[in-house]
């Protein structure tokens, strides 16, 4: 009566046990599972494995017969983890019932408060300073600094005005000048932004 090598790996709701019997015919193989005891024989070669670590469900478990090896799955009765196959230690979760467990991340999630988002988002906001026209023209875009202009040409005098029409409309709107005694002299030079250039449109 030869032994076979066999071993195993688990999971919490499972034990799977992998019998090394090469060649083993499906037909010839007998696998007994109990709440404490699990046999398996193909002819001469026999293993039982008890007392269990722990309790199995017999209805549940069920086996394959592949070309090298015939693998048992064991469902547990209790979740948790045996460590082993067999033993004398008695199973702490014998009685425990099996209940869906939550992952220790999702328990901790669930457990801290949710973030207000949109509370927090505000309270940023309403913290910040704004910034005004006066400290900053290009705040708030073209409308603002349109704004910005309006209120220079408002507030200047008839020669600061004729300087800044003069300058904008001569050179195409790159240069605005208040100095009308510097702007009267000749034409306003074109001034392209860097990297740009001035193209006359017919």
């Known amino acids: 009566m030869a032994c076979l090598r066999h071993e195993f790996y688990e999971t919490d709701e499972k034990l799977t046990i992998s ?12 696998i007994t599972f109990e709440p404490n005891k699990v046999s398996y024989v193909n002819g001469e070669k026999t293993l039982s494995l008890e007392p269990l670590k722990g309790r199995i469900d017999p209805e549940k478990c069920d086996f394959t017969v592949g070309k090298v090896k015939v693998e048992l799955r064991l469902v547990k009765m209790a979740q948790g983890r045996w460590g082993g196959i067999t033993g ?51 705040v708030g875009g073209d409308s603002t600094v349109n704004s910005f202009f309006q209120k220079i040409f408002g507030d200047a005098d008839d020669d600061a005005k004729r300087a800044m029409m003069k300058s ?23 001034k392209p932004p ?3 250039e001035w193209k006359k449109w017919n």
């Open 19 to 30: 019998i090394f019997d090469r060649g083993a015919d499906p037909a010839q193989v007998s």
């Open 88 to 138: 004398d230690a008695p199973d702490p979760l014998q009685t425990a019932p099996i209940e869906p467990t939550t992952s220790p991340a999702v328990a901790e999630a669930r457990a801290k408060p949710k973030k207000n988002w949109e509370e927090l988002t505000t309270k940023i906001l309403s913290s910040e300073t704004e910034v005004t026209v006066d400290e900053d023209p290009n």
């Open 168 to 190: 904008f409309q001569e050179s195409g709107g790159t240069t605005l000048s208040t100095n009308w005694e510097e702007v009267s002299k000749g034409t306003v030079e074109v």
């Open 194 to 196: 860097t990297g740009s």
